[in-house]
């Protein structure tokens, strides 16, 4: 099952959904396909806007660094970000803005505490690159990684609370040990 799917099945049929980061507009063009949900994305990069036109996706195209201002208090039932957290600088300011905003988050990122991570520092002395981290250190638009451990204190920190977590390793759930053999971490939140 793909993150898509992961994230579709939290997402009430009819809700309205603002994506943040929203690349080409898949996962909002899966939520109007298998929910119904209405939704807008919110993209920076000029091809993928354009992607996201062509797949009849709503689109607009805003710096998430410059918050959510456009939108008003509860305007969506959920805001997603998906895969973007690490390329935020201010993290803790756009999650109050998607929760202000949306009633729920969804938000999605590489666990940098993932095993194959911590060796290829250890033991190899490198910066990961692997699928969910394809980059390399120099190229990366990545500028925080983080691990479930430092996303979970995050959310403590500014009192937001965590209502479900999936971690996942190739598409499958991974419960044992998830902060050290899941590869991707999704959560559910609300303030």
């Known amino acids: 099952m793909t993150e898509t799917e992961h994230i579709a099945r939290w997402v009430v049929p009819g809700a309205r959904v603002l994506d943040l980061g929203c690349g080409d507009g898949t996962l909002l063009r899966h939520l109007w396909q298998t929910r119904q949900a209405p939704g807008y994305g919110v993209e920076i990069d000029d091809a993928q806007v354009l992607e996201c036109i062509r797949n009849d996706v709503n689109v607009l195209q805003m710096d998430l660094e410059d918050g959510l201002s456009a939108f008003q208090d509860g305007s969506f039932d959920y805001v997603v970000l998906s895969e973007t957290l690490q390329t935020i600088h201010h993290q803790e300011a756009l999650l109050r803005e998607m929760l202000r905003v949306g009633r729920e ?11 194959r991570a911590r060796l290829q520092i250890a033991v190899g002395g490198h910066m990961p690159v ?3 981290l394809p980059y390399q250190w120099y190229d990366t638009p990545n500028v925080h990684h983080c691990t479930l451990v430092d996303f979970e204190d995050l959310c403590a920190k500014l009192e937001i609370r965590v209502l479900e977590r999936l971690v996942l390793r190739e598409g499958k759930p991974v419960s044992l040990l998830p902060n050290l053999l899941g590869s991707l971490a999704v959560y559910r939140v609300s303030a």
Request: net charge neutral; aromatic share 28%; proline share 7%.
């Open 105 to 115: 988050a969804i938000v999605s990122f590489p666990n940098f505490g993932f095993w």
């Open 130 to 132: 692997s699928k969910e």
